[in-house]
DNA sequence: CTGTTAGCGCATTCAT
DNA sequence: ATGAATGCGCTAACAG
């Protein structure tokens, strides 16, 4: 069945044998070896490209050829090796995402979106971690280019330096931010919409009739609490009623400080809003030691959904990101990135969603578990 | 400064002058094509060779043409392609991950102390997820056996056929099994302990006092599940307690309705020990609308810690798995393996540790906030 | 319809 | 100390 191929000349006879018996030697001795096209073309007794077109799609092959080879590729367990199929095609099939910690419920929400779109597209996603380092960033970023990923979804360091922003600008290969713009840059971006959200939850709070409303933050200087803070600033001002913002909050002391001192004041805080979920739980512990009543003495709303956050009792407002559409509108414009490169930069901004409920004055019995299934 | 180089014979004459042009083409009307390590050569006037030896280690170089080759990488902004090298080398530097999913923090724990060592390692890590069915891991192993992965780190799914224990057992990549073994098979596995953790937590209820321990189970039929009620009827039989053992829970509805039976009963029991986190839960908030005291009329245990488990009142006790040091004895033995190749399996079982808090009897205060920082 | 062949970018022998 | 030549496995011209 093995069609004999002629030998042009002595040179390339000599190779030809050599190769057979080094391909023989191999997969008697050891099974280490993977078979090729070329052992799965010559057992098949045919060229290696009627291989290579069976396995691509198997177009422009004769049905019998197309059925001997696949059953061939079965006996060898062949599978082709994608490295040299990248080396000939400039395409791995491969996106890069770079989050600063994956054990960040809102970043594996994104991974998770993330992945299941490269999958469908026949991708394969790399991850690697920053812990928010620029430092750590920078060398993730080096190593996908060496790998030539397609595509890369980054969530940027907190801080960026100029050296960062250059590197990012010069980048050849689509890139989408996530959660934080690359700073004054082309590059296109998904975020949530942090100063709505942190004005919609203010207006909530107004609703429910509270005057005298906290803005609690942990580093103002960062993106997303400016722009959290922004949002507060801009409802409380339209509403005509004090700005109330403390920054710099770290530690549960802190916060449990700032809450009594605020509710001590003669003229007493009446809610809190928290830009971030950390502080929530800060200020909720505190507010029970304390014996302070939720929603009665001060309403609660805290920034970024968690889990239980509906089973604590009270259960905690909160302000929900919307992360899997994070994940999704980013890794589909990434993809169209990839295959339209000429295409100008997208920003896009996301709404969250208010969750209600006991903490903001919003009674609402929060069923949580009913329903779902271990 | 770049030497001629001598044609040999006409033909490589034309090919080198075509290969130029070409080359100079791309980088002058496009800068979509990055440069290689002939580019590199050409302009530092040196040997491919040479270039590769700079990259890898720059032994056995001139310190001058060191310099120079290492200034063009640097105006180039050269990076090596890492399918090239993987092509020659028949190694990816590339590790595979399959978890069900990422997005249970346990999961990303592992995930994120995996890329940890990969980095530390030089590897890369690509992540995917099977959503615990069969057929989706299949399809993501064969994903990782063509880009040639050089390690895989899986969560096997909970039910295992025949074939999927076949297939992995004629993997040619080194591959380690997390949280569930490989049936019945000779591939390595690191393990938490579930049956001496549930025999733990057993005992611990036991020298509270307990005398009647109902122990729930959502599908006992799942291996982990089988461990841990092992673990439970070992500790309960050797006290000559009764086996209270309550199986197929799935929702909070059932839960509430198993445990108001078990109140209710002539001979009532006096704590309750849960194979899961969500089923802990279902009875937290089952008691909690009942009215019914923790730990004074019942104690409680759960399997598998969760953030906020401390700041519930009354705070859940716990067993919290070891997935960090899962995720780090899986992916050092997996590197032990990739790089020693003919080392028998090796199977590891990792303790788990038992959080006390208020739900089990021990009234210790909870300080889970203090000193953390945003 | 099918086979031959030339690279993709790199590391590596083997000369020099 | 350095370079020319070769081939890793695959795809895509280009012939037949």
Do not use: W
Not at 24 to 30: D, G, I, Y
Not at 160 to 175: I, K
């Amino acid at each position: 069945m093995v069609r004999r191929q002629v030998p042009l000349s002595p040179r390339s006879c000599s190779l030809a044998l050599e190769f057979h018996l080094l391909r023989r030697l191999r997969s008697s001795v050891r099974d280490d070896t993977r078979s090729t096209i070329r052992d799965v073309a010559r057992l098949a007794g045919v060229g290696t490209t009627t291989v290579s077109r069976v396995i691509n799609g198997g177009q422009l092959v004769a049905p019998d050829v197309r059925l001997r080879v696949e059953d061939v590729i079965r006996q060898l367990r062949y599978q082709p090796n994608l490295a040299a199929r990248s080396l000939k095609n400039e395409r791995t099939r491969t996106v890069g995402l770079i989050v600063p910690r994956i054990t960040d419920p809102f970043y594996a929400t994104i991974a998770s979106v993330a992945q299941d779109i490269c999958r469908a597209r026949e991708h394969i996603l790399i991850l690697s971690t920053s812990l928010d380092m620029e430092e750590q960033e920078l060398q993730e970023l080096r190593i996908f280019e060496q790998h030539r990923v397609d595509g890369l979804l980054i969530v940027p360091p907190k801080k960026q330096s100029v050296a960062f922003q250059e590197y990012c600008h010069q980048l050849r290969t689509p890139a989408v931010a996530i959660d934080l713009p690359f700073e004054q840059d082309g590059l296109a971006s998904v975020l949530t919409d942090n100063r709505e959200a942190m004005a919609n939850a203010t207006r909530h709070l107004i609703e429910h009739g509270r005057k005298r409303i906290l803005c609690l933050v942990s580093d103002p200087v960062l993106y997303t609490m400016r722009e959290r803070v922004r949002g507060y600033i801009e409802a409380i001002t339209a509403a005509a009623l004090p700005l109330l913002v403390e920054g710099e909050i770290h530690t549960a002391a802190q916060a449990e400080q700032v809450l009594l001192f605020a509710l001590s004041a003669p003229d007493p805080i009446d809610a809190v809003l928290c830009a971030n979920s950390t502080l929530v739980i800060f200020v909720y512990e505190a507010l029970q030691k304390h014996g302070i009543r939720l929603p009665t003495q001060l309403a609660l709303i805290g920034f970024d959904d968690f889990h239980l956050a509906g089973t604590l009792r009270p259960a905690i407002a909160n302000i929900a990101q919307p992360a899997e559409e994070i994940g999704r509108a980013a890794t589909n414009l990434l993809f169209s990135m990839m295959n339209d490169r000429q295409q100008s930069p997208v920003h896009l901004h996301l709404p969250s969603r208010l969750i209600p409920r006991e903490s903001c004055g919003c009674l609402t019995a929060d069923p949580i578990s009913s329903g779902r299934v271990v």
